[in-house]
């Protein structure tokens, strides 16, 4: 056939199409990998921040919830240690010494500050991702939340989007993993969007935000502003999240003027978020994973010039066979790994935030599928001792953050993450039974236990514990415009009764659970 010698013969893609692979135009993502890094690197050093406050008073040997008790109690139920150790997976097997845990709080703080600084490479990454992980894995109901095992799923991609060593390597940013941070980014909204249709009616009948700014965990001061403003403007921001959660996801997957509108939505409504309540890092995070959606072309015209010249090289060096080969191989298992999520997805009975693999590589995520209408808060008074016949005067503990004081304004603090004031709003949805660590916080509290008293806002005997300790319901409300204070309150019924330190019913309990 004539002609036929003209004809290519090589089989598959060329050597040079493979490179473009794994390298998108080379020098379109350098600064989408700059943020990327810096924003995994920052909200590293939040989360170990919070464990170098928070980690001894609720993880160490005389916290709330004692991780080597844990530990010892998931050893007895499995034939080996290492059956143990595949099962949950963490440093502390080796050590659970609150020195122990201490210092790998502290370690995890310096890496991050180094990551955000701009120090990131490979080792430090995998380190960082190391050391969360053995910590969430011991930190049980005060580490069961969503935006834990997001970071590590998303400090996970961060291992292989970093030079392999040298920080700043000058190596093409690799295109697979940016493609990862986008399917991470888009289980989470549609993950989020599925679970608010499929769950409350009140995300269908578009009522939701008439209840959600008042009742959510740790509302602030824009929180009790948003919640005085019409149903109409609230059906509307249901609306909005509806869209934003379900539609504009698929359009992370478009051309690159499509994929930069759905970025720019995400980022938008992530802001949103963070206007509107305290949610820890996880819009944070989110806001991180967003810059996967822009490229370079994009993101020099907004950044600063001197910034863009450090960072973008016009000739960036191509990456290694056998990075080429790793990044491969990390595309196959999450791949793999992806199918128990994207069943979880389809499911009409889809799960939120959970892992299907050991080390939490690939999650499903979700938010809010049921929103509260009524707000009901915990709240813990002591009281000392008093003479006969005479009644005990009851001072309230009030918390960082958690509603207690009427009179006190609303806190600001993400993307911290108070964790304990997290989970007393879990208690005011539960029953005392069913959070036996709020009985533990009793008892601590009753024995002036300074490390414990230091997750509170104040101590209302500095001189010497109370002789007795109770609970109490109370329901909030936001109060309106013109109001005295920022919330309405009204006792509805005992939580715990009045325990002292001696109390056969407190010792039984808590002997039970090993915490004596």
């Not at 969503?146 to 996970?156: M, Q, R, V």
């Not at 249709?197 to 008439?210: A, E, F, Y």
């Not at 069913?434 to 509170?456: C, F, S």
Request: aromatic share 12%.
């Amino acid at each position: 056939m004539a002609g036929t010698e003209a004809l290519p013969l090589e089989a598959g893609p060329t050597p040079a199409l493979r490179r473009r692979w794994f390298a998108e135009g080379a020098h379109d993502l350098q600064l989408t990998r700059f943020l990327l890094l810096r924003g995994v690197g920052f909200i590293y050093l939040v989360a170990f921040s919070i464990l170098v406050q928070q980690g001894l008073p609720l993880l160490g040997a005389r916290g709330l919830m004692p991780a080597a008790r844990f530990l010892a109690r998931m050893r007895a139920a499995q034939p080996t240690l290492t059956g143990a150790l595949l099962e949950l997976p963490s440093l502390f097997w080796i050590d659970c010494s609150d020195q122990c845990l201490l210092l790998l709080a502290w370690l995890g703080l310096l890496l991050s500050i180094g990551i955000t600084l701009g120090l990131a490479n490979a080792p430090l990454l995998a380190c960082c991702w190391v050391l969360y992980e053995s910590f969430v894995h011991v930190g049980q109901t005060f580490y069961g939340y969503g935006w834990d095992i997001l970071l590590l799923e998303a400090g996970f991609l961060a291992i292989f989007l970093a030079p392999p060593w040298r920080p700043g390597s000058r190596t093409a940013p690799p295109l697979p993993v940016i493609w990862l941070f986008r399917w991470l980014l888009f289980r989470l909204m549609l993950g989020a969007g599925l679970i608010k249709l499929r769950g409350d009616s009140c995300w269908t009948d578009l009522s939701c935000l008439v209840y959600h700014y008042e009742t959510q965990p740790n509302p602030h001061p824009l929180s009790w502003l948003l919640h005085q403003a019409p149903p109409w403007f609230h059906a509307g921001g249901v609306l909005v999240n509806h869209a934003v959660e379900v539609l504009v996801p698929f359009g992370l997957f478009g051309p690159r003027r499509v994929r930069h509108i759905a970025g720019a939505a995400t980022v938008a409504f992530q802001v949103m978020l963070i206007l509107s309540g305290n949610l820890s890092f996880l819009n944070w995070l989110t806001l991180v994973l967003a810059c996967a959606c822009f490229d370079d072309t994009l993101l020099a015209r907004l950044l600063p010039k001197a910034l863009v010249a450090r960072v973008v090289t016009g000739d960036p060096l191509p990456l290694s066979r056998p990075r080429r080969y790793v990044l491969l191989g990390l595309c196959a298992l999450v791949a793999l790994l992806s199918i128990n999520p994207v069943a979880n997805l389809l499911s009409s009975r889809q799960r939120m935030n959970s892992g299907f693999d050991p080390l939490e590589l690939v999650n499903t995520y979700g938010a809010f599928g049921s929103v509260s209408r009524e707000r009901h808060e915990v709240v813990l008074e002591g009281a000392a001792a008093a003479p006969p016949g005479a009644q005990l005067e009851w001072r309230e503990y009030e918390f960082p953050c958690k509603p207690g004081d009427p009179e006190r304004a609303p806190c600001w603090v993400t993307p911290y993450h108070y964790r304990l004031d997290w989970q007393m709003w879990f208690a005011g949805l539960s029953r005392a039974e069913h959070e036996p660590w709020i009985v533990h916080l009793a008892y601590k509290l009753l024995q002036g236990d300074r490390a414990v008293l230091g997750l509170l806002r104040n101590n209302p005997f500095p001189d010497a514990p109370p002789k007795y300790l109770r609970a109490s319901l109370y329901r909030y409300e936001f109060t309106g415009f013109g109001e005295r204070g920022w919330w309405r309150r009204q006792r509805v019924a005992d939580y715990l009764p009045a325990l002292s330190r001696d109390d056969p019913r407190l010792l039984q309990f808590l002997e039970r659970y090993g915490w004596l």
